[in-house]
C-alpha cells in the first residue's frame, strides 16, 4: 500500500519464492532487489511526512544518567565538529558489523557495528554475539553478494568435477538447505580439493543458472546478473559464476527486553534491525526474515519510542552531554595530530585476518584463543594509532578510525561469546564440540562492560512459546 513494487504472478497476486530451510515457497519479493526497493519506498514515505534528516552525521556516544537515556554526541563531517543532541527517546537502527570480516562479506562499508558499541559503552548487554551468518553465495573475489534468488530459482552449485555436491549433505533440500549448511559443504568441498583454484582464500565454487534460461535470469535475476558480469566478468547466461562464502548477518546485537516495545534496559532506549537481538532469529536467521524483522520491528520501536516519549520528561544531563562532547572533541585532535603509529587500514585488515581465519564458519579452541589475543593485541595498537589527516571538514580519516574502534569492540564480543559457548548450534559450529548441547548451553549469552573495560558474561534463559526445540534433519 506504500507502493512498494513486488513481483507479480499471473494472477497480479504478490508472487512468493522458496528460500533455503523453508518448506514451502514464502518468501515475498522484488526480482532480486527486494531490500533496496523497501528502502526506497520507505524513503519516500519519509520524504511525504516531512522526516528531517541529519546528513553525514556519525553516532559517538550514548548518554544515559542512572539508567535513563538523555541524548547523543554526534560527529558533524560537513562541519568536523563534535554536536549534542538532548532526546528522551532513542532508536537503534544502524545495522550489522559484518565489515570486520572487511572484504569477505556481503555488508556495505558503513556496517561497522557502531550502534551496537555504543549502546554498549552507555551500559547495554550485547546478547548471543557468536552468532554470526556466512552466506553461501558471495562473489569469488569479492564477497558481494549473490542474492538466495539464486538459489530460490533453482540454481545448481557445482563443485570442480561438475557435481551437484550439496546431494551428499542434504539430499532433501539440494541448494535450498539453509545457509549454514550450504556455506559449510562450499568450505567442505574446497577443503577437500573439489574447489577451483586450489584450496586458498581464491579458491571457489560455481553457480550455474544457465538451465534456468535467458527469460527467468533477465526478468528475475538481472540484478545478480549485472554484479557477476561488473565483478566476476562472467554472464550467467553463458557462464558459471564464481562463489565462495562470505559474511552476512549478525544474529546477536544490542539486547532488547521487551519485544512487545523494542525496549532496551535503558529507560529511553530501543533498537531493531540487525543492530538488535529480539531473538526472533535464534542462533540462525532464515533468507528473508531480515527484511521481515526491519520491516515488522522498525515499526514496533518507533511506535514504543514515541508512546515513550509522550509519557516521560527529558532529563537534565546537560552536564554529561558537555562532558562526553569535551572528551570527543580533545580526542580528535590528540587522534589527528599524531604523526607516528600502526596505521589505522593496518589494524582494520589484521583485525578481518584473525576473525575469518579464527572465527569464521569453523571455530575451535586453539584457533579462537589466537584470536582473542590478536584482537586484544589490536585493540592496545588502536590507542596509539596513527590516522594521519588534521583537517576537519570531511575527515573522513577520522570516521574511519572511529568505525574501527566500534569493529573492535564488537569483534571482541563475538570472540568472547564464541569461546565461552562450548557446543555447535545454528550458525556456530565448533570441530571441537560438535554437538548441540541443551543442557547446559540452551540459554542466551549476555556480555556486559565493566569499569575496567574488560567483558562480564552473563546468561539468561530462552523462552519458548508454541514450537519446542528439536533436531534439525535434511
Known amino acids: 500500500h506504500m507502493g512498494a513494487p513486488f513481483s507479480r504472478t499471473a494472477e497480479n497476486k504478490i508472487a512468493?519464492?522458496?528460500?533455503?530451510?523453508?518448506?514451502?515457497?514464502?518468501t515475498s519479493y522484488s526480482a532480486d532487489k527486494t531490500g533496496h526497493v523497501i528502502l526506497h519506498t520507505t524513503y519516500e514515505q519519509c520524504l511525504k511526512e516531512g522526516v528531517r534528516f541529519l546528513q553525514e552525521w556519525y553516532l559517538l556516544d550514548l548518554i544515559q544518567v542512572d539508567g535513563?537515556?538523555?541524548?547523543?554526541v554526534i560527529w558533524n563531517m560537513k562541519k568536523g565538529k563534535v554536536e549534542t543532541i538532548k532526546a528522551k527517546a532513542i532508536v537503534m537502527s544502524t545495522g550489522g558489523a559484518g565489515r570486520i570480516f572487511w572484504t569477505r562479506t556481503t555488508?556495505?562499508?558503513?556496517?561497522?557495528?557502531d550502534g551496537m558499541a555504543a549502546a554498549f559503552r552507555a551500559g547495554c548487554g550485547l546478547k548471543d554475539m557468536e552468532m554470526i551468518q556466512f552466506h553461501p553465495t558471495g562473489l569469488g573475489k569479492t564477497g558481494i553478494l549473490m542474492s538466495e534468488a539464486v538459489r530460490g530459482e533453482g540454481g545448481y552449485l557445482l563443485n570442480s568435477e561438475g557435481e551437484r555436491f550439496m546431494k551428499k549433505y542434504a539430499p532433501n533440500k539440494m541448494e535450498l538447505a539453509s545457509r549454514d549448511v550450504v556455506a559449510k559443504a562450499i568450505e567442505v568441498e574446497i577443503a577437500e580439493g573439489r574447489g577451483f583454484g586450489g584450496t586458498g582464500l581464491d579458491a571457489y565454487v560455481v553457480?550455474?543458472?544457465?538451465?534456468?534460461?535467458?527469460?527467468?535470469?533477465i526478468e528475475k535475476l538481472h540484478?545478480?546478473?549485472?554484479?557477476?558480469?561488473c565483478f566476476e566478468h562472467c554472464d550467467p547466461l553463458v557462464q558459471p559464476v564464481p562463489i565462495r562464502p562470505t559474511n552476512h548477518y549478525i544474529m546477536g546485537g544490542i539486547d532488547v527486553v521487551d519485544y512487545k516495545t523494542c525496549a532496551t534496559e535503558i529507560n529511553g532506549l530501543f533498537a531493531s534491525g540487525e543492530c538488535s537481538n529480539i531473538s526472533i532469529h535464534g542462533a540462525n536467521r532464515l533468507g528473508g526474515?531480515?527484511?521481515?524483522?526491519?520491516?515488522v520491528f522498525g515499526k514496533v520501536s518507533g511506535a514504543g519510542a514515541a508512546d515513550y516519549a509522550e509519557k516521560h520528561d527529558q532529563i537534565n544531563c546537560d552536564a554529561e552531554l558537555q562532558a562526553c562532547a569535551d572528551a570527543w572533541e580533545a580526542k580528535f585532535k590528540e587522534v589527528t595530530d599524531r604523526t607516528a603509529g600502526r596505521p589505522v587500514v593496518e589494524i582494520r585488515d589484521a583485525l578481518a585476518n584473525a576473525m575469518w581465519n579464527k572465527c569464521g564458519i569453523f571455530r575451535d579452541e586453539a584457533r579462537m584463543t589466537e584470536a582473542?589475543?590478536?584482537?586484544?593485541?589490536?585493540?592496545e595498537d588502536y590507542k596509539t594509532c596513527y590516522v594521519g589527516d588534521t583537517e576537519r571538514n570531511y575527515n573522513m580519516a577520522f570516521v574511519n578510525y572511529?568505525?574501527?574502534g566500534s569493529m573492535l569492540t564488537v569483534a571482541k564480543a563475538i570472540v568472547s561469546g564464541a569461546l565461552w559457548r562450548k557446543e555447535s548450534r545454528g550458525a556456530h559450529t565448533r570441530d571441537d564440540y560438535t554437538k548441540r548441547d541443551d543442557e547446559n548451553y540452551l540459554v542466551h549469552s549476555i556480555q556486559k562492560l565493566r569499569e575496567d573495560g574488560e567483558y562480564e558474561m552473563s546468561t539468561r534463559p530462552v523462552v519458548f512459546t508454541k514450537y519446542q526445540p528439536e533436531e534439525r534433519k535434511y
Open 223 to 229: 540484478g545478480i546478473r549485472d554484479l557477476a558480469m
Open 289 to 295: 526474515n531480515s527484511l521481515a524483522d526491519g520491516v
Open 372 to 379: 582473542l589475543n590478536e584482537v586484544n593485541a589490536l585493540i
Open 68 to 72: 535513563v537515556l538523555g541524548g547523543a
Open 107 to 113: 555488508n556495505p562499508f558503513l556496517s561497522t557495528g
Open 402 to 404: 572511529c568505525e574501527i
Open 207 to 217: 553457480a550455474d543458472l544457465r538451465h534456468l534460461g535467458p527469460e527467468v535470469i
Open 16 to 26: 512468493q519464492r522458496n528460500f533455503g530451510g523453508q518448506s514451502y515457497p514464502r
